[in-house]
């Protein structure tokens, strides 16, 4: 995997290094020798314009009090006022708090995990055994938001819910503990809901990148009395560096914009504290209210802040790890 | 070589023209702009509450509908009730059903212009709706600056006589048996009574039994937690309000000290392991489920709220796990205005968009679901089917009716008795010209609907309806202003946003409160008490004062309710 990129990249010095020297007549002949893929990818273009780019013309919203049903001429401008509210709400910052701390916890873990999963998962030899873990662990990606939280709430129950009656059995508690209405438990919940859900199903990613590291490494290092967690540390991890890289750089930009589905449906009164997220606030106190205009002033808020972190995160691993998405 | 340019180019092109084609594939074809009533029709509504009985009118009474009228309604309802965030997308986009029951975010659509005035539209097409609401039809105004009429109210009859209570504090009718039928008055009756039968039977069906749990998911909290403590104070229902009867004078009905007291008492129930400990993390399927096990032994909850969870208890031969409703008050000064008047209905009801193509059409529509022969069908249903006549007197078959009663949820939804409220109606208690009730909720009817425990019990408080144990209307003032929920509120951010954020204080701190050890709880409520009365929320008050006042004058200008 790793030499067919640097390929890739090779080739493309190349390309632009050609494109230099014979300027525009160059760039020309190769758009003509080009120029199917050019054109298949004309479409896709237009998509992207009309999809992702087109919309920012609401964010001009965020600078207005906006009213529905009258023409964009016949609104009042309000400057950064909306922007203003925002950071003076207490609120926000408890929203921006539980964002920022579930999400890097979910990243952590949702990292860890499945990339643990797949080595192991990869050391398996028995192929049906093998296959059935597989299936059997992402199953959950499958499954509604609604129904985990309905299967997570009953499990985590003091009325016969299976983890209180299994830590009573076993003597680890005296009384059932109430997990749900303990507001510190909160994020530890949905992330360990997150992990259940979604481990199987990232890994199959990087199964599929130990599947491109070349047979030949194993061998070798077999031959020099490699065992196999030297095996592992040594040839399975760093052949899949580029591709935990990628993924970290993306999910790092997508930091804020975690949506709102677990926290709104595991949540309840008591642990608001903890659970309120930035989507869930923008919600109740945007849209709910139709306040549009602040609603705009949170998203942008938020995409701006992934913009940051994203190039942040790409600089950081361009500079220490040579990998990098841009 | 053009040809497989042109190939190449359009391949993605094909594939996207698909997808759209496919996503847009939702118009309606049936829909035609005709105010004539033999050409079939189709008019989309949104309900903001959930109907989980709505059968695409496939049901009895919706064939008879659409045999009568031509119309068909394609009909959404909100999956958890409420409505509003399906309503705010509706105005930012501007794409609105035909008709609509806002319920409370009718100021988000007036705001929008969304709804269409139906003021003329009633006078020229409406008969039957003028003869129902009569005289009180200024007080459908929307408000003193804008004096149009939006919405038809759909959910309060006219001229309606309650005869049965849904509401005040629930017991199992099988406690009350056992434990010979005592006196219930104050919350200390409540308690003792629970707590007798929970020593007595520590579990029932085999598993732990549950003296009280109370419902806090969501908007339900304000059902089952907070409007409790108004009722049980003495005080009438104003939403999140008090309004005082005198100065009109408006606040957080939290504030008055009578329901810390009340709260304090929830807090001790807690503490004596009385109230589910569950109470405030369930959801509301969890609390269901419990209740349909038979194992809860009291609640505080409105019957509508709990009513799938008694149908299945009586599906499945649990009829004496059945609840009673007692108006309990915190202490015998204090009575139980569940049945104070709030003059002619007011509230929430349907409306007409900008979006819909024939208004006509549906005044129309509307003007005959308000017609005597509509209301009868809606009511009792398809003659011969659902009721039958003898000598001039409409009766319920003794096959249907137990059904009704065993039945309900499928017996709703084959027939579709009741789901057709989407005009004006006559509340129960009224009679037609031909002497016959309008509503199958009149005495004999009601009692009829009891299970045989329900009937045991009322016996022994020599009561032939629940209501009958409640103060009845006439020991109490007509409310001048009506009821403050079915009003429309201010629409104003500096009322909307410390509205929204005195709800989000007070539903984390009163069960915050009630979950504390018995020493917190002072501390914990009177600090909830200065979080909502900073200025920000004082302001808010005294701009819903101002809406009161105004409602009042404007009704002031009415003809008096009747």
């Known amino acids: ?326 | 070589m053009p040809s497989k340019l042109f190939r190449y180019a359009l391949a993605p092109l094909v594939v996207m023209s698909l997808v759209t084609a496919t996503a847009c594939g939702g118009s309606d074809p049936t829909e035609q702009e005709t105010s004539d009533p033999s050409t079939p029709i189709t008019i989309s509504f949104f309900g903001s509450d959930a109907s989980p009985t709505w059968n695409n009118m496939k049901d009895d009474v919706g064939q008879a509908i659409t045999k009568a009228t031509n119309v068909t309604i394609n009909a959404e309802y909100d999956v958890s009730g409420g409505g509003t965030q399906k309503i705010a997308l509706m105005t930012a986009s501007g794409e609105y059903p035909d008709m609509i029951f806002p319920k409370g975010s009718i100021t988000k659509l007036v705001e929008a212009g969304a709804l269409i005035d139906l003021t003329d539209l009633i006078d020229k097409y409406g008969p039957n709706i003028k003869k129902v609401y009569g005289d009180d039809l200024s007080r459908l105004k929307y408000s003193k600056e804008d004096p149009s009429i939006y919405v038809i109210p759909t959910n309060a009859g006219v001229g309606q006589t309650t005869f049965d209570a849904g509401g005040g504090f629930e017991v199992q009718n099988a406690v009350m048996k056992e434990l010979g039928y005592p006196k219930i008055k104050t919350v200390k009756d409540f308690e003792n009574v629970l707590k007798e039968y929970k020593e007595k039977h520590p579990t029932i069906n085999g598993q732990p039994t549950i003296p009280l749990s109370l419902n806090a998911d969501d908007w339900k909290i304000m059902i089952t937690v907070t409007n409790p403590a108004f009722n049980a104070t003495g005080a009438p229902d104003d939403g999140e309000f008090y309004i005082n009867p005198e100065t009109y004078e408006a606040q957080l009905h939290y504030k008055r000290p009578e329901e810390k007291e009340y709260f304090r008492w929830l807090n001790h129930m807690y503490n004596e392991g009385l109230l589910d400990p569950e109470t405030f993390t369930q959801k509301s399927d969890q609390y269901m489920s419990k209740i349909a096990s038979g194992r809860v032994l009291g609640l505080i909850d409105q019957e509508w709220d709990y009513q799938q969870a008694e149908n299945s208890l009586k599906t499945s031969g649990m009829a004496e796990r059945t609840y009673g409703h007692y108006p309990v008050q915190l202490d015998e000064k204090t009575k139980d205005r569940s049945f104070q008047d709030i003059g002619a209905p007011v509230g929430y009801g349907i409306g007409i968009t900008t979006s819909a193509k024939d208004p006509i059409r549906i005044i129309k529509f509307m003007d005959w679901m308000a017609s005597d022969e509509a209301q009868v069908l809606n009511n009792w249903g398809v003659e011969g089917k659902q009721y039958e006549v003898k000598d001039g007197k409409r009766v319920v078959p003794a096959a249907v009716q137990e059904r009704k009663v065993n039945d309900n949820t499928n017996f709703t939804k084959e027939s579709g008795i009741g789901m057709y409220n989407f005009s004006v109606r006559y509340g129960d208690g009224v009679k037609d010209p031909g002497g016959n009730y309008y509503t199958t909720n009149f005495p004999e009817q009601i009692i009829a609907g009891y299970t045989d425990p329900e009937k045991e019990t009322l016996k022994a408080y020599g009561a032939k309806t629940w209501k009958d144990l409640f103060p009845q209307k006439d020991e109490f003032p007509v409310k001048a202003w009506g009821a403050a929920y079915n009003l429309p509120a201010p629409d104003d951010p500096n009322y909307t946003v410390n509205f929204q954020k005195s709800q989000d204080i007070v539903r984390k701190r009163i069960p915050e409160a009630i979950l504390a050890s018995p020493d917190q709880f002072d501390k914990i409520y009177d600090q909830m008490i200065a979080e909502i009365s900073t200025d920000d929320m004082k302001k808010m008050e005294a701009e819903y004062t101002q809406m009161i006042k105004d409602t009042v004058e404007l009704w002031g200008e009415a003809p008096a309710a009747k």
């Open chain 1, 1 to 326: 995997m790793e030499s067919t990129t640097k390929q890739a990249s090779s080739r493309k010095r190349d390309q632009a290094a050609s494109l230099n020297s014979r300027k525009t007549g160059g760039f020309w002949k190769l758009f003509k020798q080009q120029r199917y893929l050019y054109l298949m990818s004309v479409p896709f273009v237009i998509w992207a314009f009309i999809f992702s780019y087109v919309p920012l013309w609401g964010w001009l919203m965020a600078f207005q009090e906006y009213k529905p049903a009258r023409s964009f001429f016949d609104q009042k401008w309000v400057g950064f006022d909306q922007f203003i509210t925002l950071f003076q709400d207490q609120q926000f910052y408890l929203a921006l708090r539980n964002t920022l701390a579930m999400s890097f916890l979910g990243l952590i873990f949702g990292f860890i995990f499945p990339v643990i999963f797949a080595i192991l998962l990869n050391e398996v030899r028995g192929m049906v055994f093998k296959r059935t873990v597989q299936t059997v662990s992402y199953l959950p990606h499958f499954v509604s938001w609604v129904v985990v939280a309905g299967i997570v709430t009953k499990a985590l129950s003091t009325d016969g819910g299976i983890i209180n009656e299994l830590l009573v059995s076993l003597h680890i508690i005296d009384q059932p503990i109430q997990f749900m209405a303990q507001g510190q438990w909160f994020w530890g919940i949905v992330t360990a809901s997150d992990v259940w859900k979604e481990m199987g199903w990232s890994t199959i990613i990087y199964l599929a990148a130990i599947t491109g590291i070349d047979q030949e490494q194993y061998e070798a290092s077999r031959v020099d009395g490699a065992g196999r967690f030297r095996q592992m540390w040594h040839i399975t991890l760093p052949g899949m560096r580029t591709t935990i890289i990628v993924l970290l750089i993306m999910s790092i930009g997508h930091l804020v914009s975690i949506g709102f589905e677990k926290q709104f449906l595991l949540g309840n009164n008591l642990v608001t504290d903890y659970s309120q997220v930035l989507d869930l606030y923008a919600l109740k106190y945007g849209l709910e209210m139709n306040r549009y205009s602040y609603g705009t002033a949170i998203s942008i808020f938020n995409s701006v802040i992934s913009i940051i972190l994203l190039f942040t995160a790409n600089g950081i691993f361009k500079k220490t790890t040579k990998e990098s998405i841009m």
